[in-house]
């Protein structure tokens, strides 16, 4: 199937789980982020690190990387296989909304792992803090997606939440 055609039978199972992989993912970092930081912290300055804070901040890298494997298995199926089209029953600047959201999501599931694994494995202190500036706009913007998905379900009176749950689902 052609990169543009929409795919007619909804998400695929892989795409589905995926989906939500990521989002346990994001919660784990969510957790676990302040481990990563003093594990960082103290590697930088040669000090010591407790057990835990190693545990968690490997917890971290081994979660963030498995963002990056996931967003770009599922970037890589939603184009060789196409997306369910958006809902005709929204409005157009709604379905640009999401398109528009969906994309930013997407750069940040890519950017911060990257990001992350130079500042990481290079002890690159800039990578850190760009790293570190895409959290909070990540937050937001899945602040918004969670809204928009609930306003397309309730409002415009579509099935998204649906299809995101059951592969398959127009
Ligand atoms: C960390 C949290 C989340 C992230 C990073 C995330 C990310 C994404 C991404 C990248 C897409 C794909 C859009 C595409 O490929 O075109 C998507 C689709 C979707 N997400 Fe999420 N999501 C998150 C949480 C949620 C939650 C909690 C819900 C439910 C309330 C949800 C509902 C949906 C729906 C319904 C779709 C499909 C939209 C459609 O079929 O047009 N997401 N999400
Ligand atoms: C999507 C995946 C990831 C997310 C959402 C994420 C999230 C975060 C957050 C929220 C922080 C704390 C920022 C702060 O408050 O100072 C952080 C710090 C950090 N993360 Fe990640 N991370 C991800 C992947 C990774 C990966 C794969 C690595 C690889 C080693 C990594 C390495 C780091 C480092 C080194 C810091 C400390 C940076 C600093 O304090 O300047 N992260 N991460």
Redesign the pocket.
Known sequence: MSVSAPRSQGWSTLSVALHWTIVV??VV??VD??W??AM??ATRRGTEIDPATETWGWV??I???L??LAALVRLWDRYSHGRPPYPAEEPTWASWLARITHGLIYA??IL??VT??I???GMI?EF??F??IM?NP?LVLVALHVAGALVQQFWFKTNVLKRIFVPGTV
Request: proline share 3%; charged share 10%; aromatic share 16%.
């Open positions: 993912l994001i970092q969510f982020h302040e990563m930081v960082w912290r971290h890298i979660a963030g990387t963002v990056l940040i599931l911060m792992p992350g694994l500042a990481w494995f202190g850190g803090e790293h570190e959290w990540l």
